[in-house]
């Protein structure tokens, strides 16, 4: 880590950044190109909840070997949301150079690592690479406002995504909600991602999920404005990411703000 970096990393979270850049370098070797903190660690400011979001762009494709080493290395560094202690849950999302430069959507990537596949890995089971349309959205968040831990900058290292490619991303996203059971026991974190979502048709711009769902706020009926403040607020307290009170009330408001999402996309 730079100089520099070590002085925009958060000294909280600095020691585990550390050891998850030590942990990628063991089983990537010589073809690591670089290794991107982003995210809410240096835009907007961590939440209680928040992960520790890191990029890895690697020259050439992980072997499977690799890829299910690297993985199962991580849990060692990576605890649950809301767990107590200094360490955070870790959000690490591997791509090949040659798969997003020239940039094509939509792109391949070799491993996404986070919190939810923890009774996954420790059976075993580790997902291969896969085409992923979020990258889209991903690689301009880290080229947007990234911190390089190791090797260049984003924006040196990536090629910027194309607005309609990064509005498709938005589209292909919201169109994943469609009835209860898609969303049922993570409604708070599907109605914050709508809100910027949501922020980012209407902008062409990416911002932190309490700035987006202030945003949102102002624009919402009434009617819809409690399911997004509870989701808020539990987001910005560090509250347990339970369902929130009301599932009518919730299949409403993803409803609502997904068709605006869909027609601003269109226009």
Known sequence: MTGLARLMVPAEISEQALLACAVIARHVGGTLAGIQLFGSAIDGGLKPHSDIDL?????????????????????????????????????????????????RYPARREVQFGEWLRADLQAGIVEPPVVDHDLAILLTKARQHSVALVGPSADTLLDPVPSQDFNRALRDTVTQWNTEADWKGDERNIVLALARIWYSAATGKITPKDAASAWALERLPDGFRPVLMAARAGYLDGGQPSALADGRQVGAFIRLVRATIEEILVA
């Open 55 to 103: 990029l890895v762009i690697v020259r050439t494709r992980l072997g499977e070997s690799a890829r299910r080493a690297l993985m199962l290395d991580l849990l060692t560094i990576s605890v649950p949301p809301g767990s107590d202690g200094r360490w955070r849950a870790l959000e690490v999302t591997v791509v090949a150079h040659e798969d997003v430069v020239p940039w």
